[in-house]
């Protein structure tokens, strides 16, 4: 045991172990059939994602009636549920396996064009689907670079790395070492990830419009473009319930390569939302994407180091 873990972490994390790898030897048509099984129980049970999904969905879906909006958050925890219960299949299920459940591929000529100019490639990488399975693909196809924060439960670190790493994938801190680390491998025209979705930060992003509505968004994108030339694609593994995956790269909006951030940033949004509407309800709406409030930032003691959308 390392230094500072408690007992209770260690015996957690063992626990979590056990179950990814005895879910790493089960069929995708049985973990679609617990997932429909526990996804209504996530919805009852769990008030923060349930509320919080729900909360989302009345914003960006306004014209969707009560029930229709219900139903989609029911999907929705249902998605998210068979994510977890398929995390075990993507970090630990055999190689062969895991290839052959992607059973389609759109879009790759946008990577393969790109690096056949010489350019790298950004991939935002929503969380859309399962992208522990879009993670596994590209490191299989491409020399593939994506930042990593550890998991809050440190004795899992090691087990995460190498479930993500085991096809070749290299994973960086989300520090400046980890960004210097993104530019060098689009420098050597590599593919690299990128989450165009989690709220960066104070002082590491813009607020720009998502589904019409002010979110707080990263600015790494527009620094690695401006630094590397590399070209922007949205990236996805979209769930075939119980057959497999469908992976799907989409040209990103043109206005990530803005030189202004709040354009860029309007543009990676444009980008997620472009990719959600293959199939709303396997999106995670249960994150708090709107937590950030252009008032929080009035009331920031930095806040003039803040752009704001106009």
């Not at 319930?241 to 951030?261: C, I, Q």
Request: aromatic share 10%; charged share 25%.
């Amino acid at each position: 045991m390392a230094a500072g873990e408690s007992p209770s972490s260690e015996l957690q994390a063992r626990a979590i172990a056990t179950l990814w790898r005895s879910l790493a030897r089960r069929r995708l048509t049985t973990l679609w059939w617990l997932a429909r099984l526990a996804g209504p129980l996530v919805e009852q049970l769990s008030r923060r994602e349930r509320r919080v999904t729900r909360t989302n969905l009345m914003t960006v879906y306004p014209s969707c009636n009560d029930a229709q909006r219900r139903q989609l958050a029911r999907q929705s925890l249902t998605h998210s549920t068979a994510t977890m219960l398929e995390l075990g299949f993507a970090w630990r299920g055999d190689l062969k396996r895991v290839e052959a459940s992607i059973l389609e591929v759109h879009g790759r000529e946008l990577l393969d064009k790109a690096r056949d100019e010489g350019r790298g490639v950004i991939v935002l990488a929503p969380h859309f689907g399962n992208w522990e399975v879009l993670n596994f693909w590209l490191s299989g196809h491409f020399p593939f670079t994506a930042m990593y924060e550890p998991p809050k439960l440190a004795p899992l670190e090691p087990i995460i790395r190498q479930g993500r790493e085991r096809r070749g994938a290299r994973l960086v801190p989300t520090t400046p070492r980890g960004v210097a680390a993104l530019l060098k491998a689009l420098k050597r025209a590599e593919a690299v990830g990128i989450l165009p979705d989690q709220e960066p930060d104070w002082g590491r992003g813009v607020f720009a419009p998502f589904y019409n509505r002010l979110a707080y968004t990263a600015t790494l994108l527009p620094k690695l473009v401006a630094r590397t030339q590399a070209r922007v694609v949205t990236g996805v593994a979209l769930r075939l319930p119980g057959k497999g995956f469908a992976v799907h790269f989409l040209a990103a909006d043109p206005r990530v390569y803005a030189t202004d951030e709040v354009t860029s940033a309007t543009g990676v949004n444009a980008s997620v939302e472009a990719v959600i509407a293959l199939d709303p309800a396997q999106y995670q709406w249960e994150y708090k994407r709107y937590r950030k409030t252009p008032q929080e930032a009035e009331d920031h003691p930095d806040f003039k180091h803040f752009r704001l959308y106009r």
